[in-house]
Nanobody, 124 residues
């Protein structure tokens, strides 16, 4: 069992940056592949980024590629999502999720554990 808590969300102007953190407790995060998802009002939850257990490989949705970076510090049991050049369409609740496995995963049902989410609002 692992408990995930996201932080770092907030209100930012278009073109600005935020760094989301996902802190894990209960079990070491290094045994889990991690993912970042987001859900905008009236829309389905979608994958934003995914990262392998070691952090050596990552996936990014086309909509954020080149602007977002996913990293992890297994010693701190924390995963990060650095978001640069934010756009109003990035406004959403952002969730981190964890699953077992050696790769990275992009489907919601691939993930076992979920955080409660953190709101990101980008004003134009």
């Amino acid at each position: 069992q692992v408990h995930l808590v996201e932080s770092g969300g907030g209100l930012v102007q278009a073109g600005g940056s935020l760094r989301l953190s996902c802190a894990a407790s209960g079990r070491s995060v290094q045994i889990y592949a991690m993912g970042w998802f987001r859900q905008a009002p009236g829309k389905e939850r979608e994958i934003v980024a995914a990262i392998t257990r070691s952090g050596s490989s990552t996936y990014f949705a086309d909509s954020v590629k080149g602007r977002f970076t996913a990293t992890r510090d297994n010693a701190k049991n924390t995963v990060y999502l650095q978001m640069n050049n934010l756009k109003p369409e990035d406004t959403a609740v952002y969730y981190c999720a964890a699953t077992s496995g050696s790769g990275w995963y992009v489907r919601e049902h691939d993930y076992i554990y979920w955080g409660q989410g953190t709101q990101v609002t980008v004003s134009s």
